[in-house]
């Protein structure tokens, strides 16, 4: 069993920064592939970005490459994502994953077994 509590989020305006936090339980966090999702009101949660074990290979989708970084630290077993040149569109309740073992990083929900309670970003325009 895995515990996920994301932190971070918060009220920014358009072209702003925040730093999502992920911190984990459990003692195989570092073989785990990680992943961050948002859901906004009335749309289906999509993946954000996605980074593997050691943290050498990440992936982003396509609305966030250049403005987001996913990262980790598996000393603290802790996952973050950086929000830069935040968007209006941005706006969205935003999980953390722990993906099922499988090999790449995968970008759709049903892929992940674990989830955490999610943390609310607003961008305001």
């Known amino acids: 069993q895995v515990q996920l509590v994301e932190s971070g989020g918060g009220l920014v305006q358009a072209g702003g920064s925040l730093r999502l936090s992920c911190a984990a339980s459990g003692r195989s966090f570092s073989t785990y592939t990680m992943a961050w999702f948002r859901q906004a009101p009335g749309k289906e949660r999509e993946f954000v970005a996605g980074?593997?074990?050691?943290?050498?290979?990440?992936n982003y989708a396509d609305s966030v490459k250049g403005r987001f970084t996913v990262s980790r630290d598996n000393a603290k077993n802790m996952v973050y994502l950086q929000l830069n040149s935040l968007k209006p569109e941005d706006t969205a309740v935003y999980y953390c994953?722990?993906?099922?073992?499988?090999?790449?990083?995968?970008?759709?929900?049903?892929?992940?077994?674990?989830w955490g309670q999610g943390t609310q970003v607003t961008v305001s325009s």
């Open positions: 980074i593997n074990w050691s943290g050498g290979s990440t």
């Open positions: 994953a722990v993906q099922r073992p499988r090999i790449g990083i995968a970008t759709i929900s049903i892929e992940y077994d674990y």
